[in-house]
């Protein structure tokens, strides 16, 4: 099926196949005479989604058995009050601010820890670098360490999650993996909680993932919302309250297509992270042999998942902008706090659409000249 290429940030793209199954099940979802919609979530029709959801999520991701996987809702901005009020204790944390994310996270969290420490930040370098986590002034007792893992709308990328016990440092690391999940394989060994909205790369918004090890679970504060506390959640499979059923559904059909896909030897999120690697390659490498367009981020931590790009003269951005459109290139405008153009390459997006993109760059740069 021949449909625009969508570089959306978010909500973005979803696999047509996706689509596709979820357009044939509206009205009767394999013979139960229901929409997905329309179900209990406590009945038989949805636990048998949610437990394949919930089991092919884990193969994926390789998610080791002390980990716990909820389904929530609230999305990432939720999230930012929920670990907190879930992880504090009510003491001090740690955030290394690498873009709008993170500096957004750390904010939040000031309601609920007795005190928010900036670990790191790369603000000075206008959120173009990560700072190395050898400078990173971690102080001892805090309750967890945040960091957004691929900074959405500056481009960052951790492309290693830093090793916080090689850093002196016990306490659990906590990553945003809103916008680069299931991209590329987690080291899990380095991770006490990830947490990510659906929206990006994995289906609709409503729907809130949480990967949390089991000893960080318990630890709430009194004041938490039952439905947001990890143990309530955990302990009821996610189903303390009704959870986002439609968004659970999207995202298993999509977690069964990464299953199907190849690349090479390659399968599933290894087979992703190839491909999303050869497509961001592909347009850097165009946008850094340009004299017309330009991005700022340093080389080391450059995201495969979102691209912020400039054009050189800026008062031509409306017409490009246009012309992408015209040409079934949608939503390139970039965050309005960085300015320019943003490329959003999560897995739904092919080969195809980077190269289909970049032809355009080149035709649009020489209509300027
Ligand atoms: C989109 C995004 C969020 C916010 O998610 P909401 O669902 O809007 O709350 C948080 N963190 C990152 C890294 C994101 O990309």
Known sequence: ????????????????????????????????????????????????????????LRELLAVPPEFKILFMQGGGLAE??????????????????????????????????????????????GFTSIPAPSSWQLA??????????????????????????????????????????????????RVGLAFG?????LGPAGLTLVIVREDLLGHALPTCPSAFDYRVVADNQSMFNTPPTWGI??????????????????????????????????????????????NKVAGNCRSRMNIPFFLRDESRNQAFLDGAKARGLLQLKGHKSV???????????PLEGVQALIAYMREFEQSQA
């Open 140 to 189: 001892r007792g805090t309750s967890y360490v945040h960091i957004c893992s691929n900074e959405t709308i500056h481009g960052v990328e951790f492309q290693e999650l830093p090793d916080l016990k090689a850093l002196g440092c016990d306490a659990p690391l906590v990553i945003d993996f809103s916008s680069h999940v299931a991209s590329r394989p987690v080291d899990w060994s």
């Open 339 to 349: 300015g320019g153009m943003r490329a959003s390459l999560y897995n739904a997006m």
């Open 249 to 294: 559904y999207i995202a298993g059909l999509t977690f069964q297509w990464l299953k199907r896909q190849k690349e090479g030897e390659l399968t599933g999120i290894a087979a992703m992270q190839a491909r999303n690697i050869a497509k961001a390659e592909l347009f850097y490498n165009f946008v850094d042999q340009s004299q017309f367009y330009l």
């Open 80 to 125: 930012n009050a929920i670990v907190p009020l879930n992880l504090s204790r009510a003491g001090a944390v740690d955030f290394v601010v690498t873009g709008g994310w993170s500096q957004k996270s750390a904010k939040e969290a000031r309601k609920y820890a007795s005190e928010v420490r900036l670990a790191a930040s790369g603000e000075q370098a």
């Open 1 to 56: 099926m021949n449909r625009p290429f969508n570089f959306s940030a978010g909500p973005a793209a979803i696999p047509v196949e996706v689509l596709q199954q979820a357009a044939a099940d509206m009205l009767d979802w394999q013979g139960s005479g229901m929409s997905v919609m329309e179900m209990s979530h406590r009945g038989k029709e949805f636990i048998s989604i949610y437990e394949q959801a919930e089991a092919d």
């Open 197 to 201: 909205g659906a929206q990006k790369n």
